[in-house]
């Protein structure tokens, strides 16, 4: 974090400048002498007027988009200064300060007696002037100023190379060219940057990860601008400057990330959050990261059991091989536990390909080896004082291990995303309940003399929905079949709860007084539940079915505002079932409304097929278009000898895309005898 303080008393004049029009907030002593004129709170546009200074606005403009501008000669005159201007090399330089993002301008006087400003641009520069506009640079700069021989022998004309960045390699102590210091991962981005350059093609600006002096495996991002010094087409040597860039490097990807890691607000399910997390880490902080939920998060600390784990999700840079598939036995090592109990991250650094077999699984180990993995470092995942998820980190193929800075973020981003995981987790905790709450509603057909029945129900593929569909099939006293199939407004537990008391009410009506005609029952049913519940809708379809002699059956149906029953016969095209009138309107939605029966005759081979809305609804879709798809689907699908079951089946959505809970149940008529 760059403060213009440091430079109060500095020979070099200084300032501090910010937004898009580059406001004056602050400073130094020689810059006031210099600029008398630009007040603080002015913005460059208006101090720096007149043609002599449009270089500087074009400078600043270039800085405070994020790339360095050149130096550029200006004449400027002190006020208690001889007459006549002098030649300053002004530069400004994108830095990161309480003001945020901001453009740091320094203005250094050049050596040289008064020039007159109307003809020192025309005279031509050789390479003692470029290299005298460089010395200009005062140690005050907080950069180095290099030149560098074609065969990579390196000098410094300002500072010193092994200080900047707090140790930065320094070329001429270990004999290696500068590409070797450049950190693997930003090599090949660095070397074409440098050949372009070479070539005349653009300007070296580029941001990329040194060495440190005296430690291999550290790194530090700087700055590097750098330009060829040509003479007839062959470059004589280059001339550039080395800035420190690791605060301004931490905090815009810091930014970067946590915007990436915001999409967890939004998933539906933890895998899908831990997607969004992963997502945000790969390839910026780690070839390979692995999210791994705990199966027993309130036992992970007992130090007695297994820690079993599932992996929730995984994300590989380019070239890591994939992740071994793992069995329901899998256990975390050792490490893993170390981290659970101190609830700290904890990083291991080793030779490629050589981990520490005794501290991991054996199948994290073994893949480890083939990945050439150099460092694991795994965070806790802390959710209301449990440790719900491990991430593990790894560095692979050889790359050097995360630094601090590195390590840093990564612990920021899973921070940054508890809260999210937390309202996920509870919602899946929802969702986990209301679907043993229906469930344990959603009993086995019964075994039916002269025809088949078959039932599924298949919840939504998102954790933030969670229906009230049910579907049941009960042998009425007087032999006849009852089916009903319904669905109670909402997604919520609330739901869920609802739908347990419909469908138990209507299971018992329906026992009671199912001679009575299902509209009878659905009327009793409508009753009561307004009087007990304040849920505000129910669909419902039920029917009754007895045998009619010769494979035949006698339907008799009530429909209160569910989607109408499919009828798939063993041949000719599927339709829906309708009454002589229109479907009375659902259930809780007025009293004493009037409901009725019809009646219909199901041939032998057909099949009725009742089923809830999340069968037939698409998002933008018309609901009929999706029952006409259904009609379409059923008729492709049937066939001799195919079991209802596979029918039924063969009709659900692929497991992931139902966005709603959908719930089927089917009845055939057999089309010959049954043998005793």
């Avoid at 430079?7 to 937004?19: C, M």
């Avoid at 380019?318 to 700290?344: H, Y």
């Avoid at 937390?422 to 309940?433: A, H, N, P, V, W």
């Avoid at 499919?566 to 002589?580: D, N």
Wanted: with cysteine.
């Amino acid at each position: 974090m760059f403060e213009i303080e440091s430079l109060e008393e500095a020979a070099v004049a200084a300032a501090l400048v910010t937004g898009p029009r580059h406001r004056l907030v602050q400073h130094n002593r020689s810059f006031r002498e210099l600029f008398a004129s630009w007040r603080p709170g002015q913005e460059a546009g208006v101090a720096l007027a007149g043609p002599g200074l449009r270089p500087v606005l074009r400078a600043l403009d270039l800085a405070g988009a994020d790339r360095s501008a050149p130096l550029v000669d200006v004449p400027l005159s002190t006020p208690d200064g001889p007459s006549g201007p002098r030649l300053w090399v002004v530069s400004c330089l994108p830095v990161t300060s309480r003001h945020g993002a901001s453009v740091l301008l320094l203005a250094t006087r050049v050596p040289d007696g008064p020039v007159d400003a109307a003809v020192r641009p025309h005279v031509p520069a050789d390479h003692g002037t470029d290299l005298a506009r460089y010395e200009a640079l005062l140690s005050a700069v907080p950069q180095v100023v290099w030149r560098m021989t074609p065969e990579g022998e390196v000098s410094a004309l300002v500072g010193r190379l092994g200080e900047t960045g707090g140790g930065l390699w320094h070329p001429g102590r270990s004999g290696l060219p500068w590409m070797d210091a450049v950190h693997p991962k930003d090599r090949d981005g660095f070397a074409g940057k440098w050949a372009a350059t070479a070539r005349g093609d653009a300007l070296l600006d580029a941001v990329v990860r040194i060495r440190q002096v005296g430690d291999p495996v550290r790194y530090r991002h700087i700055k590097i601008v750098a330009v060829p010094v040509l003479r007839d087409g062959e470059v004589l040597e280059w001339i550039g400057t080395v800035t420190d860039a690791e605060d301004q490097w931490r905090v815009r990807t810091r930014d970067r990330l946590l915007e990436r890691a915001s999409a967890v607000s939004s998933a539906r399910d933890l895998p899908e959050a831990f997607a969004a997390t992963a997502s945000a880490v790969v390839p910026d902080l780690a070839d390979a990261f692995v999210v791994f939920q705990l199966r027993h998060p309130d036992r992970a600390r007992s130090g007695t059991e297994a820690l079993y784990a599932t992996r929730a999700r995984t994300a590989l840079a380019t070239g890591v091989p994939p992740l071994p598939p793992i069995t329901d036995d899998f256990a975390l090592g050792a490490l893993a536990r170390q981290v659970i109990e101190s609830r700290r991250t904890r990083l291991l650094a080793f030779p490629p390909g050589e981990p520490p077999k005794e501290l991991m699984s054996g199948p994290s180990a073994d893949w480890m080896v083939r990945a050439r993995a150099t460092s694991l470092a795994i965070v806790p995942v802390v959710i209301d004082d449990r440790t719900v998820a491990l991430a593990s980190a790894s560095s692979c193929l050889g790359n050097p291990p995360p630094g601090d800075a590195e390590l840093g973020l990564l612990e920021e981003v899973l921070v940054s995303v508890q809260d999210p995981l937390r309202r996920t987790l509870e919602l899946q905790s929802i969702r986990d309940t209301a679907l043993v709450l229906q469930r344990s509603f959603l009993i086995t057909p019964p075994r039916v003399e002269g025809a088949e029945l078959a039932a599924v129900y298949q919840p939504a593929s998102t954790t933030a929905e969670i229906g009230g569909d049910w579907y049941d099939a009960i042998v009425l006293p007087d032999g006849a079949l009852a089916l009903s199939i319904g669905d109670v407004v909402g997604h919520d537990l609330r739901a869920a709860t609802e739908m347990t008391k419909a469908s138990s009410m209507l299971r018992a009506f329906a026992y009671a007084g199912g001679s009575a005609g299902p509209a009878h029952t659905l009327s009793r049913l409508d009753e009561v539940t307004q009087g007990v519940s304040d849920v505000a809708l129910v669909t419902a379809l039920h029917a009754v079915l007895r045998p009619a002699g010769g494979h035949r059956w006698d339907v008799t149906l009530s429909n209160a505002g569910h989607p109408p029953p499919l009828l798939i016969p063993a041949s000719g095209r599927p339709r829906c079932l309708y009454g002589p009138e229109a479907p009375d309107p659902p259930l809780c939605v007025a009293a004493g409304v009037e409901r009725h029966d019809w009646h219909h005759e199901l041939a032998p081979g057909e099949t009725l097929l009742f089923y809830t809305d999340g069968l037939v609804e698409r998002a933008g879709a018309d609901i009929s278009d999706g029952v006409r798809q259904l009609a379409e689907r059923a008729a492709g699908l049937r066939g001799p000898g195919r079991p209802l079951a596979g029918l039924v089946a063969a009709l659900l959505p692929p497991p992931g895309e139902a966005t709603d809970d959908i719930a089927v149940i089917a009845f055939r008529a057999d089309d010959v005898p049954r043998r005793p």
